[in-house]
């Protein structure tokens, strides 16, 4: 039974090791892999090429609209659908709308910016092929683990893996599944 | 030019001075492993039989103690507090506002300085966190009895309805409701949120196939890839963000509450501030009455060193100091403004005949004791600090209780004044939510990760790339 192969896994040992290493696949021009750590490196992101993350606008998206929202609903019901007279003042202001109207910016905020980076991230996911390696377990750790995917153009399962470890990466392995 | 720039740049190779050195994030064995190993200890150990000693008693309040007396107010009426005209807000609010202070600091501490880049907070801000948002709950609970018709409490939320009853958006005590869920909300939020790395790594460390279940869950396919960490830390960083706000907007909007009313004492511009102060006071006060016992007994003192205790006291002297002259402006304006009701209740305080004792307790301590800690070695003396932190949460609560009780009992008119004293069933209650708190935070500290263990592995040398312990290679400094 040939399992399909979702690409190559290497350790490396600290940080610094394969921030150095990720700098050189890049320069390589592979375009399918990721770094697994135990905690995010600084200046990966760089690295990477990742542009500014997409959650702060899920986070204004919601937030905003919650604000407006808030504004919507003391209209509706306290000008309105049912119109109050308190103190003698206007059926609706702006001062009166506005700390509830903030307060659920907060919340509207808050949760789209969770919201946002479960969508960015597909969390939650009930599997991943690279959990059904015993050292990747190690990435949580202290070990700092590189992976190439196998849909990447430059892929080769032989060539990949001798230059995996020519970069200095230990237990280069192969990760069995779908991509 | 280029002569003064060299000079500058030699300059910043050389070492600061050992007393301007900032001590270390945490102490004794830093590799990455050692502190997974280290951190993840607790949680994976035995329960320990300090843990069973506290755990116990606090269980036995929750679930005996506290139901008994809430069940009892809600099916009898409010009746049985002592709250009763014209003190119609008793210990229900007074407590209501304590644990909302408590549940300040632990924001303050994990978003506030999660934002000014303090790295010292990742050892402590896990546990300030859960302690947010255990008192959060047990704040929540307070409001919506009070009202005394428990069933109806769906009429302060905008729920459509036949009758056409809507909320008035224009009471601050409406913007309570919203304010405290969000808090609620928001922390939690948080708070899970920050424990997802944290799950994988007990989900990634689980021997058992129940334990490796429930993390597994928990963390929701948590890989860790710079992907995830790219999003994660714009998330954190949002809610860091949008925490700091609550931190000022909760307490305002309790002050608010207070503010909007006429009565003498109470009516002032200064209120949102100070219960922000206040609570912000009485949240570190609890904060160091939770670590100091919690990091000896369960093995963590090179984790939360005495360097972190330290700067927790120091933030505690600066909120006190902030109460204290709050107080002195209190008492200044109450006379200055020539007003005899407000000149009245404020010499009540100190000089009344019913309650002068909480006003000196509150005077005393919050104003008095809290200059001990200008010492350093009061700083360094952990019994010195857990008293301390004892005491502000005692003179907190009489604060509380004072600008409750004090400034309605006796209003304008002297025919309506009257007299508040708690009955055992307002008292049983508050010990029920003092002994739900401490379950709740006792079930954390020991099945949950209380320490944020990926925080901790990036804020020491071992995980800065740009360091030589990190791997950095030489030249590499940035």
Not at chain 2, 320 to 329: D, K, V
């Amino acid at each position: 039974m040939s399992e399909k192969i979702y690409g190559l896994m290497a350790e490396f040992n600290s940080p610094g090791e394969v921030l150095q290493a990720a700098e050189k696949i890049r320069a390589a021009g592979f375009r399918h892999w990721d770094v697994f750590s135990p905690f995010p490196i600084h200046g990966i992101d760089k690295v990477m090429g990742y542009k500014n993350s997409l959650v702060g606008w899920f986070s204004l998206a919601m937030g905003g609209g919650a604000f407006l929202s808030g504004f919507a609903l003391i209209w509706f019901s306290n000008a309105f659908d049912y119109p109050l007279i308190v103190g003698g003042k206007p059926m609706f202001s702006l001062p009166m709308t506005f700390v509830p109207s903030y307060i659920l910016m907060i919340m509207g905020g808050a949760i789209g910016a969770l919201v946002g980076m479960f969508a960015m991230n597909q969390l939650p996911r009930l599997h991943h092929p690279l959990l059904n390696k015993a050292r990747f377990a190690l990435a949580s750790r202290d070990k700092f683990i590189i992976v190439i995917g196998s849909n990447d153009p430059q892929f080769g399962l032989v060539d990949t893996k001798k230059w995996l470890e020519n970069l200095g990466g230990g237990h280069v392995e192969v990760v069995e599944g779908e991509i | 030019m280029a002569e003064s720039a060299i000079n500058l740049a030699d300059l910043k190779k050389l070492a600061p001075p050992a007393e301007l050195r900032r001590p270390p994030v945490v102490e004794g064995d830093t590799t990455l492993g050692g502190l997974t190993d280290k951190l993840s200890a607790f949680a994976e150990g035995k329960i320990p039989r300090w843990w069973w000693a506290l755990f116990l008693p606090a269980a036995f309040c929750a679930t005996v103690i506290f139901p008994i007396c809430l069940f009892y107010q809600v099916f009898t009426g409010v009746g049985v507090w002592g709250n009763n005209h014209p003190a119609m807000w008793g210990l229900d609010i007074v407590n209501f506002i304590w644990w909302v202070g408590v549940a300040h600091a632990g924001t303050l501490i994990s978003a506030l300085l999660f934002l000014t880049r303090q790295h010292w907070r990742t050892t402590i801000g896990r546990m300030a966190e859960a302690m947010t948002v255990f008192s959060v709950m047990m704040a929540g609970l307070y409001p919506a009895i009070h009202v005394g018709r428990a069933w109806f409490d769906w009429f302060m939320f905008p729920v459509p309805n036949s009758n056409a009853l809507w909320p008035q958006f224009r009471s601050p005590l409406m913007w309570d409701v919203f304010a405290v869920n969000t808090y609620m909300v928001v922390s939690m939020l948080f708070w899970f949120m920050g424990m997802i790395p944290d799950f994988a790594i007990l989900r990634d460390r689980s021997k058992t196939r129940v334990r490796k279940f429930i993390f597994s869950f928990l963390a929701m396919g948590w890989t860790g890839s710079a992907r995830q960490w790219h999003h994660y830390e714009k998330a954190y960083l949002v809610l860091c963000g949008l925490c700091t706000l609550l931190v000022f907007t909760v307490s305002s909007i309790v002050g608010l509450d207070f503010c909007t009313a006429q009565i003498a004492g109470w009516h002032a511009t200064i209120f949102p501030l100070y219960f922000v102060i206040g609570a912000v006071f009485c949240g570190f006060g609890m904060v160091l009455v939770l670590l100091i016992p919690l990091r000896k007994w369960c093995g963590l003192e090179k984790i939360i060193t005495m360097s972190h205790i330290d700067k927790v006291a120091k933030l505690a002297l600066v909120s006190g100091l902030i109460i204290a002259y709050i107080y002195l402006m209190e008492f200044f304006i109450a006379w200055y403004s020539g007003d005899p009701y407000e000149r009245w209740v404020f010499g009540h305080r100190l000089f009344g005949h019913t309650y002068p004792i909480l006003g000196w307790i509150l005077i005393g301590i919050n104003v008095g004791v809290t200059q001990l800690l200008w010492f350093k070695k009061i700083r360094q003396n952990l019994l010195a600090l857990f008293i301390i932190g004892l005491l502000i949460n005692i003179g907190m609560w009489s604060e509380r209780f004072v600008i409750v009780v004090g400034s309605l009992y006796q209003d304008f008119l002297p025919s309506n004044w009257g007299k508040y004293m708690p009955t055992i069933w307002d008292i049983g209650l508050y010990i029920g939510t003092l002994g739900t708190f401490f379950m709740l935070y006792l079930l954390f500290v020991k099945f949950l990760p209380m320490i944020a263990i990926s925080e901790v592995k990036g804020a020491v040398p071992q995980g800065d790339p740009h360091h030589p312990l990190g791997g950095a290679q030489k030249g590499d400094h940035s």
